[in-house]
């Protein structure tokens, strides 16, 4: 498989630099080839403003959206993005790597979403009319790839259990599992999530490092996650809510949207 790592943190002595590393070298030596994508290190602009569409009129009043849209059909998208596009194109496997920053993920890679996910790319795919609203959720650009989220937190694991104070682990990463991996297409593989990295000692990462090693190992065969597609006719359109009775009996929330 091509995978690509995006990865975000910005010393190079760091734990979570180490895990990519370790990862890197694990996939390599499956055979995979490995692009990575080292935002702090490129230098990566997280803003997006008018300089992301060059040929738009000084005059216009900028529509994110709508810029978007027409510098992708233009292929005008500036280069750095047009590159990040490509590297989605050429991998099979995803792999968004990041601490964890205030409940989500670092501005810079939110910043990498915003710009390299163009409308005509990630979003806007597909026949929307009254009986489709596009290619999403399953379907569209990125679909039939894989996706993973390698996250490491401060905070402990039962802080985030089901009764933890900091919320379920799978609540916090929904919107960028669902929102972010699953909407452009991509079949989403459960995360690889360290907790209470702050203080680790050199046997914590190697016990780290070794289940890291058998994701890797298994990134091919791993069972996504169980979401349902939108176009699979579990959703009613145009108002996109889940056809009443689907649901096992007490479950609500963000799990409706499990199969
Ligand atoms: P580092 O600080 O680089 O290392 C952590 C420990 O690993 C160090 O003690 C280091 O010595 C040790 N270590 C062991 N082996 C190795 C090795 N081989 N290589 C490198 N280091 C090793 N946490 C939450 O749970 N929820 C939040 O919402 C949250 N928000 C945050 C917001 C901000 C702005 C910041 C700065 C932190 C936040 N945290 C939060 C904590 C954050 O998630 C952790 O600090 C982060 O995940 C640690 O990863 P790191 O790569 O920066 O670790």
Do not use: C
């Amino acid at each position: 498989m091509n995978v690509l790592i995006v990865y975000a943190h910005p010393e190079p002595r760091s734990l979570n630099a180490s895990l990519r590393d370790v990862a890197v070298g694990e996939l390599k030596a499956q055979g995979h080839s490995v692009e990575l994508s080292d935002l702090y290190a490129m230098g990566w602009k997280a803003q997006v403003d008018r300089t992301d569409f060059p040929t738009l009129d000084p005059d216009t009043r900028l529509r994110v959206a709508a810029a978007s849209s027409d510098a992708f059909a233009a292929d005008a998208l500036t280069d750095d993005v047009k590159a990040e596009q490509e590297k989605l194109l050429r991998a099979d496997a995803l792999i968004l790597q990041f601490p964890l920053w205030w409940f989500t993920m670092p501005a810079i890679l939110k910043g990498w979403i915003d710009r390299v996910y163009a409308y005509g790319f990630a979003y806007g795919v597909g026949e929307h009319s009254d009986h489709r609203w596009g290619d999403r959720y399953g379907e569209g650009t990125l679909g039939g790839k894989r996706a993973m989220l390698v996250v490491t937190t401060g905070g402990w694991e039962q802080h985030y259990s089901p009764r933890g104070i900091n919320g379920p682990i799978d609540d916090l990463l929904f919107p960028i599992n669902h929102g972010i991996l699953h909407y452009p297409g991509y079949d989403v593989l459960p995360p690889f999530v360290i907790y209470r990295v702050d203080r680790l000692d050199e046997a914590g990462f190697e016990q780290a490092a070794e289940h890291l090693r058998e994701r890797m190992r298994t990134l091919e065969t791993t069972r996504p996650i169980s979401f349902r597609r939108q176009n699979g006719g579990d959703y009613l359109i145009p108002s996109l809510e889940l056809r009443a009775g689907l649901e096992a009996a007490g479950v609500s929330g963000f799990s409706l949207h499990l199969k």
